[in-house]
């Protein structure tokens, strides 16, 4: 983007701090859905390596660097939406919630999620920067945790982030879901056993279709603030305890 | 051999120097595009697109703002209500609305019934002279 360009948007952001929630609260949003689409694009180049998909603009040792330094700028970008949402104020976050699951009284389960997804991140990269001195046993059955890191941060995304009623959040979300379900289906050709082929596709098919059935009747419901966790006092003191939708963005 | 060895050389640097720029170029995307959902959350999420809050800071309640189109169409937990007192964790809370325009305490003064007068004729522009 142009530093023309840039410098307006970035005043943007500025103005609307001195109107509405902290700079921290979308910095926290936006960073964790860029990380989520890094975390895509990390998981599609690491099928691709497995696959030995080369091509003459992107040779294996190009997409194999692509993979390490996407993967650890992914790392950065979860590390800044921690940060900035341990930060900011409103919802309390600690920064050992951000660890421990189960630790926050703000939506625990869905936060506890990205705790896990966290920790899974970490001992990815840990385990991989950590390569030549470890078992390559030890490194790969860590390594398949990046499978399961990916849906579990969809879902913290989609129950935690209070922004996934927008429709362009669930485009993009949407968009990410199909390129890892296609890397999978990649993955899951190169198994050796039917059996496993079976049990992933249908493993896929069925979180597909649960996730839909998620965001149906959770976050794209009225009321889903309470439902999640969000604690009595920041839903709106119109009606907190009934479960009324008050009139403020948390009762949502 | 020597021509072979820097022929590998070369190739090593040129996809070294590709894995860079393609980084640095996704690098750069991925904070542009930081930034620009920034810039998107401010503007579709509560808070940002109501500016006056319908609460009573005087007594502490809550009260309401007027929710706008768009803080009904998404699913924010950011207030929009112009509370200044809360209590718990929703005291912070309050922080996000510091910036926030509150109503008057009082309302304002009624304007004197006697008019003024009329104000005097302006007067005359002093030409200068340049100091002469």
Known sequence: MPGGQLWPAAGHVLAASSYGPSPLWYTARATGVVALILLTITVALGVAGTARLSSQLLPGVVRSGLHRNVSLLAVAFVVVHVLSSVLDPYAGIKLISAIVPFSSAYRPFWLSLGAIAFDMLLALVLTSLLRSRIPYRAWSVVHWLGYACWPIALWHGLGTGTDSRLSWVLILFGACALVVAGAVGTRLNLAASSLNRTAGLAGTAAFVVATIVFVAVGPLQPGWARRAGTPASMLGSAHPASGTPGRTGAAR | ?132
């Open chain 2, 1 to 132: 051999m020597q021509e072979h060895v820097y022929r590998a050389s070369r190739r090593r640097d040129e996809r070294l120097g590709r894995i860079r720029k393609l980084s640095l170029w996704i690098t750069g995307g991925a904070a542009a595009a930081s930034l620009g959902m920034g810039t998107a959350f401010a503007h579709a999420i509560p808070g940002h697109t109501v500016t006056t809050g319908g609460g009573t800071p005087a007594t502490g309640t809550a009260g309401p703002a007027p929710a706008t189109s768009s803080s009904a169409a998404s699913g924010s937990t950011g207030g929009t209500t112009g509370t200044t007192t809360q209590q718990g964790s929703s005291g912070s809370a309050g922080r996000h609305h510091r910036h926030r325009l509150a109503p008057p305490a009082s309302a304002p003064a009624t304007p004197k019934a006697t008019p003024k007068p009329a104000p005097a004729a302006p007067p005359a522009p002093v030409v200068s002279s340049g100091g002469s």
